[in-house]
């Protein structure tokens, strides 16, 4: 999923894991950011992080202007109420003016 958002802005991106999940409910979602930020004058920021039974959500401010952030969401869920299954998702935020 790839998205844009203004240096200025804090927004939240959210992915939606219903179909990946058939059935079963989220225990664990960690966000992380994946591109290199030690040199950017404004780093992207995790804010906040949420989650539900079948949705999770990061929200984020900052970036430098014209870069690509890939961020990472790992979720853990239980399979038949006693394995735990883990899936990742990606997205990428394009940062404007």
């Not at 999923?1 to 990946?20: E, H, N």
Request: hydrophobic letters at 30%; proline letters at 1%.
């Amino acid at each position: 999923m790839k998205f844009r958002k203004s240096y200025k802005a804090t927004l939240d991106y959210s992915i939606i894991w219903t179909s990946y999940l058939q059935g079963e409910s989220i225990h664990t979602s960690t966000w992380n950011i994946i591109t290199d930020t030690t040199e950017d004058e404004t780093p992207l920021e995790i804010v906040l992080t949420k989650q539900t039974t079948d949705k999770t959500t990061v929200v984020v401010k900052g970036g430098d202007i014209g870069k690509k952030y890939r961020l990472g969401n790992i979720v853990e869920y239980v399979k038949n109420d006693d394995k735990y299954l883990v899936d990742k998702r990606y997205i990428e935020i394009q940062v404007t003016e």
